[in-house]
T-cell receptor
Framework: LAKTTQPISMDSYEGQEVNITCSHNNIATNDYITWYQQFPSQGPRFIIQGYKTKVTNEVASLFIPADRKSSTLSLPRVSLSDTAVYYC????????????FGSGTQLTVLP | EPEVTQTPSHQVTQMGQEVILRCVPISNHLYFYWYRQILGQKVEFLVS????????KSEIFDDQFSVERPDGSNFTLKIRSTKLEDSAMYFC??????????????FGSGTQLSVL
């Protein structure tokens, strides 16, 4: 199972862009990179998923370099409501395989 | 957006008792999961389930745990004889493969299990 490493915490101010980087040195060829967001006492919520290069949706962008050993979640113009734990997961090829959550990054957005 | 439903939201039980946590996955999903999260800790994988059998399970998922999909809609997690350390939030999730590859898990809002 590919292990992921993320910063434990980050602080930002409202309106700023936040970039959270995750390293996954032993990612497998068929692994996807997925980011989830979790608020206290709630289940994780899917943010974005990618395999290589760049993916963008209505809430975030995901940058993946060619070697795929890391990825960066980019949140544009964060607000107070983006304060949450962000998890980077590697795997999920669509076959009910184990998806392992790391320790996550606690993002705190300050006014 | 479709939702995974979990019941009950809170369950209090005595040590040694059996508990059943219930989940209704999203109707057209094929893959089902149970995770747990002890207060202040990370989300831990317990088991995945596909085609009416366990696909993978973690070391946490020992003989005290079992899963079942009894009627094609519900997905249950049973803990036969609860221990104090089973106190945690238990999350059910379901998914289907995404067009173009990968997988998107939908999580329920969890069942907070307290073992006294």
């Amino acid at each position: 199972l590919a292990k992921t490493t993320q910063p434990i915490s980050m602080d930002s101010y409202e309106g700023q862009e936040v970039n959270i980087t995750c390293s996954h040195n032993n990612i497998a060829t068929n692994d996807y990179i997925t980011w989830y967001q979790q608020f206290p006492s709630q289940g994780p919520r899917f943010i974005i998923q990618g395999y290589k290069t760049k993916v963008t949706n209505e809430v975030a962008s995901l940058f993946i370099p060619a070697d795929r050993k890391s990825s960066t979640l980019s949140l544009p113009r964060v607000s107070l409501s983006d304060t949450a734990v962000y998890y980077c997961l590697v795997g999920g090829s669509g076959s009910a395989r184990q998806l392992t959550f790391g320790s996550g990054t606690q993002l705190t957005v300050l006014p | 957006e479709p939702e995974v439903t979990q019941t009950p939201s809170h369950q209090v039980t005595q040590m040694g008792q059996e508990v059943i946590l219930r989940c209704v996955p999203i109707s057209n999903h094929l893959y089902f999961y149970w995770y747990r999260q002890i207060l202040g800790q990370k989300v831990e994988f317990l088991v995945s389930f596909y085609n009416n059998e366990i696909s993978e399970k973690s070391e946490i998922f020992d003989d005290q745990f079992s899963v079942e999909r009894p009627d094609g809609s519900n997905f249950t997690l049973k803990i036969r004889s609860t221990k104090l350390e089973d106190s945690a939030m238990y999350f059910c999730a379901s998914s289907e493969p995404r067009a173009g590859g990968g997988e998107k898990l939908f999580f329920g809002s969890g069942t907070q299990l307290s073992v006294l």
